[in-house]
């Protein structure tokens, strides 16, 4: 049986929209701040926002530019600079950077030349970069991972807020009345995929996982639940910890999430430049996987493994489906999750009910990523595309697994499938968590 044909012109207006959307976001973040803020690392955790730039249009000009389009190379001698695995973050401000304008204008011209290539490019059949605009889409996925990388930039920089956004919208009236857990019924799913065309490597390929019944959070654990553990002691107590989270937390001084402190009975947080009372309502966010693993333990339960994370979000018990999102298969919608940077924080728990699961789980997309009790491995038959460098290399028990998103995220890099990885001590992503316990155990 062949498959249908692509309608190559959706896929091309999708890539054409993928592709304006990151460079508008890409501007929105370096055009907020002056040059010596560009240049400047504010953190030795991150890059300078200069080198996220013109990294952005060299990614850009190695795949699309030259490899997609044959075009010869407008660049090649900042190669070298800009691979992002030869000169680890704290090394590239001492590298002789584009300066700002120069930078600008490299991705700017790289893009221009991008858009020729995807107007003329076959997107069905031939090479497996271009078939369904895979290339394009790649591209696209990468310039908002770098935005959200910048976004976590402007969070650790000093100084005036140079970002803002409107609130998310109140929790709808039914949030404080919703279950604190959902079961979901033992049994196979299909777990990753092999048909969503722009889906990454180690999305790759859609396999069947038998997952025990288990309960999990109808929402991500909340501030003021946090709360509840650091005022119980949780930061003082070896019991709730992994040893090495312990000794961590031992040796750092961590007593609360990243950017949290404590002003008389009132915990404060800072957010982009502004110190606010922290939201009891919010999703707690910048704590690493010892942190959630430990308010885990301490709550009696557990972090929910990958499969049973994904299971969670995608499977319809009443069809057997999987499904791309919670809600379906459509692309989100401002009702569906909190993605895009448009309000620049988590909404309230319990938001987004459009947004719900099949069995009424809210928030798996979109908000904070959540942790995963899971190392970072590759699915069976996993093959590497289009470079071992994406995924392989981090492959191992040093990465945990996050899932779901952050309102730092744009839909383009965040499906149901969506895997994201880091080591379990950052705390400067925007990160967050939900609980889990077996269904037998009470």
Request: aromatic share 10%; hydrophobic share 40%; proline share 10%.
């Amino acid at each position: 049986m062949t498959a249908p044909p692509l309608d190559t012109e959706a896929l091309r207006r999708r890539a054409l929209d993928a592709l304006l959307a990151a460079r508008d976001r890409t501007r929105a973040l370096t055009t907020c701040v002056d040059d010596r803020e560009l240049t400047a690392q504010h953190s030795p955790l991150m890059s300078p926002l200069v080198w996220d730039l013109a990294h952005i249009g060299n990614q850009e000009e190695q795949w699309l530019l030259r490899t997609v389009g044959g075009r010869e190379a407008l660049r090649p001698d900042i190669d070298p600079i800009y691979d992002a695995f030869e000169h680890p973050r704290a090394e590239r401000p001492s590298l002789p950077l584009l300066p700002p304008a120069e930078a600008h204008g490299y991705a700017a011209d790289v893009r221009g030349r991008v858009l020729d290539i995807l107007e003329h490019s076959p997107l069905e059949g031939g090479s497996r970069l271009t078939h369904a605009g895979f290339a394009f889409g790649m591209i696209a996925q990468h310039e908002q991972q770098h935005d959200e990388t910048m976004l976590i930039t402007h969070q650790l920089r000093h100084g005036p807020a140079a970002l803002t956004a409107p609130a998310p919208p109140p929790a709808p009236a039914d949030a404080a009345l919703l279950p604190a857990e959902v079961l979901i019924p033992g049994g196979p799913f299909t777990m990753g995929t092999s048909t969503e065309p722009w889906a990454l490597d180690n999305e790759r390929p859609g396999h069947v996982r038998d997952v025990a019944a288990y309960f999990i959070d109808t929402v991500p654990v909340g501030n003021g639940a946090y709360t509840h553990f650091i005022e119980d002691g949780g930061y003082d107590d070896p019991r709730w910890w992994a040893d090495a989270g312990w000794a961590h937390i031992r040796e750092h001084g961590v007593t609360a999430p990243l950017f949290w402190r404590r002003e008389g009975d009132l915990w404060l947080h800072r957010r982009f430049g502004v110190t606010e009372p922290v939201p009891p309502d919010e999703p707690v966010l910048h704590v690493s996987w010892y942190e959630a693993d430990a308010y885990a333990r301490w709550a009696g339960r557990r972090l929910p493994t990958e499969a049973e994370w994904e299971k969670a979000a995608r499977h319809d018990p009443v069809t057997g489906r999987s499904l791309r999102y919670p809600w379906g298969d459509a692309d989100p919608g401002p009702g569906h999750a909190n993605l895009g940077q448009r309000h620049l924080r988590p909404a309230p728990v319990g938001s987004y009910p459009e947004g719900a699961s099949p069995l009424g789980v809210r928030q798996l997309i979109g908000d904070v990523w959540e942790w995963t009790a899971s190392d970072f491995l590759p699915y069976p038959g996993f093959a590497a595309f289009p470079y071992k460098e994406y995924s392989e290399v981090f492959f191992g028990p040093e990465c945990k697994v996050l899932r779901g998103g952050s309102f730092a995220v744009d839909q383009v890099a965040c499906r149901g499938t969506f895997r994201n990885w880091d080591y379990p001590i950052r705390r400067q992503i925007f990160s967050g968590f939900r609980t889990a316990r077996d269904a037998q155990v009470r």
